[in-house]
């Protein structure tokens, strides 16, 4: 009767004036490192009435899962409907591939308003998720690699004043439960031996703001959807946070839904937060199929590939149905989520498993690992946000191993690794040695710990150390071309050029789009005064990652120093944007747009030049010569002073000067 009466909801919806289908408008909140059970009714000391109160007004579903224990796949998965084997996100810093739909576009080519507001740089638009929003707020405060749900609240709020016609989709995106756990006060004090759940309860009522707002805000129907992207380990099976195991408290998140066609109340059936995506396109008009409003039974699959694609340790695959959970790992271990969920008892030898489980986990596609490094995308400065955040990059592919070990056996080590990637994000090389040692003492074969401990050494001018773990990581993998790009980089450090270079390029031979390697043979090119090529590196290099000013105005000296104006006008002034008053390149800009015959800029990049430039001489002399060219009433004044403050290289260039001897 219920099912029902939610199936012929959408067809009684009220109509606007004019005939068309008043669409609702919706709002997808995500909750980032929220656990079930810190959140809602049903959660122990904590008190989170915002969200409770938006449960008791719809369907709580008391079984929902993410797709993958991490922030970017998870949200991809929302804005798919997809598994990661379909959208291809299987780990933070990647990039969501163009040739994928996703529901931000479905919804604004049926006539949305679409804007989001994210809390850190994880899910910032590089990584793809912006696609198909007309506003895609990603800005965290100067410095910083994420906001507190205040300040996303506020700008939320401030966008939601603006006043629109149109059906709105809103997605907000709170962090705040993310380690370091640092809740405001009040709930600092008031959760001071919980600190993770004084994070929960800070962004339950900034929720409460949100959610007050956008009702007051949205005329008609309204949906919203509140759901967790992935829980928090706090020491469950031995891990502190999440995105390494695939038990229930980095599994099992909140998710509560309230709008059209929802019938209040909870819901046992285990979902995946895939349905998000199906769900919000049910309320658009644009499709039933999958909609959380029905309750199709199904397996629901998540994976947990880090520690796989990183390390090379068991693949890690997940399987619910009805109350029974499979895990894959190497081995199968079996729960009863509802009379055991901290799944302290594994049921795999004393239960018959279902077979719809069995042949999930077994058939569920294994990501391949020739995929290019999520890494040699990102600058340095990419790789020290994310480290900031906790998320450990690998650098390298790992080796297929047959006794490679299960993640979940490698617990102690979670912990270390992190610390260790972020010391090492940081160039704090001699502190993250013996970390690095740690962890090879326990996984010798694991080929990202060898080479960054290699790279540390080399860092650090310990050449005999460096070689010798280059030495143990060739033995590990002997074709590895990681193994090549990262010895290179060693010997461009200890300018053996003439060892570097053959192996760089072969590794930009073989991967032409390797980011280290491509900024290590830029440098190499620069100094064999091969410019052109110094130019044509850099130039790729920078069309993959923003360039810094400094680097710009380098680019624009090689491209002045090449003969290329054209270019080396662009870049001067891309880091004039940049620097303001601290650039120093106006005299050479100037010169440049003289040679290019662009005469006003010439102007005014030499009325720039300070008079404490060291070449102020050849600023006057350039800028007599522009005033000839121009035909500026003062020109003969220019002249005499260019002569007067001449230099011995401008006295020359004056006496030589046709232009001056009219
Ligand atoms: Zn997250």
């Known amino acids: ?61 008391r079984q ?71 506003v895609y707020d990603d800005e965290m405060p100067e410095g910083q690699v994420e906001r507190a749900a205040q300040e996303t609240t506020d700008r939320t709020l401030a966008h939601l004043r603006q006043d629109s016609r149109q059906p709105l989709f809103l997605w907000v995106h709170y962090y705040d439960p993310h380690y370091p756990y640092t809740p405001p006060e009040p709930f600092r004090s008031r959760y001071l031996k919980k600190p993770y759940l004084g994070e929960v309860a800070a ?93 199709e039974q199904e397996v629901v699959l998540a994976e947990a590939m880090r520690p796989f694609v990183a390390f090379g340790w068991q693949p890690q695959v997940m399987a619910v149905l009805g109350r029974q959970k499979a895990i894959f790992a190497g081995k199968l271990e079996v729960y009863d989520v509802v009379a055991d969920p901290m799944e302290a008892r594994d049921l795999a030898a004393e239960v018959e498993v279902s077979r719809a489980l069995k042949t999930a986990v077994r058939d569920y596609p294994v990501p391949s690992l020739e995929a290019p490094l999520a890494i040699d995308s990102l600058g340095a400065e990419e790789v020290r946000k994310l480290a900031n955040l906790g998320y450990v990059s690998a650098r390298s592919r790992p080796v297929v191993r047959k006794d490679a070990p299960r993640p979940v056996d ?37 080929l990202d710990a060898t080479l960054s401990l290699a790279t540390a050494h080399s860092a650090l001018g310990h050449e005999k150390q460096a070689l010798e773990a280059f030495r143990g990581a060739a033995d590990i993998a002997p074709d590895s071309q990681d193994v090549r790009t990262y010895l290179a980089l060693h010997y461009a450090r200890g300018k053996q050029w003439e060892r570097a270079v053959p192996l760089l390029e072969r590794v930009v031979a073989e991967t032409p789009d390797r980011l280290p390697a491509l900024e290590a043979l830029a440098v190499l090119r620069e100094r064999q005064g091969r410019t052109s090529e110094a130019v044509a590196l850099r130039q790729k290099i920078y069309g993959m990652r923003k360039p810094s000013a400094e680097e710009l105005v380098r680019l624009g000296q090689l491209a002045m120093d090449d003969g290329q104006t054209a270019l080396a006008i662009e870049a001067f002034e891309k880091a004039r944007a940049l620097q303001g008053r601290a650039f120093g390149q106006d005299l050479e800009l100037g010169v440049l747009y003289l040679a290019a015959r662009r005469l006003p800029e010439a102007k005014d990049s030499l009325d720039r030049v300070a008079l404490s430039h060291p070449e102020y001489p050849m600023a006057l002399f350039k800028r007599a010569q522009v005033s000839v060219l121009l035909h500026e009433p003062d020109r003969a004044a220019r002249i005499a002073l260019a002569r007067e403050r001449a230099d011995a290289t401008t006295r020359k260039l004056i006496a030589a000067e046709r232009l001056f001897q009219e």
């Open 203 to 295: 962004m339950d009522q900034q929720l409460g703001r949100l959610v007050q707002a956008f009702e007051q805000q949205v005329k008609g129907p309204a949906g919203i959807v509140i759901v967790g992207d992935h829980g928090e380990g706090l020491g469950d099976h031995r891990e502190s946070q999440h995105g390494s195991l695939l038990y229930q408290a980095t599994m099992h998140v909140p998710l509560v839904l309230v709008g059209p066609g929802i019938a209040k109340g909870v819901s046992d059936t285990p979902v995946s937060t895939r349905r998000v995506f199906h769900t919000i396109l049910d309320w658009a008009g644009l499709g039933e199929s999958n909609s959380l409003r029905g309750s």
């Open 410 to 446: 490698m617990s102690r080590l979670f912990d270390v690794i992190e610390k260790a990637s972020g010391l090492f994000a940081r160039e704090e090389y001699a502190r993250a040695i013996p970390l690095l040692e740690r962890i090879l003492a326990e996984d010798p074969k694991n």
């Open 64 to 134: 929902a899962y993410a797709t993958v224990p991490e922030t970017l796949p998870s949200h991809t998965s929302m804005m798919t409907g997809l598994y990661p084997a379909g959208h291809g996100v299987h780990e933070n810093a990647r990039y969501l591939s163009g040739d994928r739909p996703v529901l931000a576009e479905r919804l604004r080519q049926a006539g949305y308003r679409t804007v989001a507001f994210v809390s850190a740089f994880t899910l910032a638009r590089r990584f793809g998720l912006a696609r198909g929003f007309d």
């Open 1 to 61: 009767m219920l099912i029902g009466a939610c199936r012929a909801a959408p067809k009684t919806e009220p109509r606007a004036a004019g005939g068309t289908k008043a669409r609702p408008s919706i709002m997808l909140v995500t909750l980032d490192t929220t656990r079930a059970d810190a959140i809602g009714p049903e959660a122990t000391g904590i008190d989170t009435p915002a969200f409770s109160e938006l449960a008791a007004r719809g369907r709580r579903f």
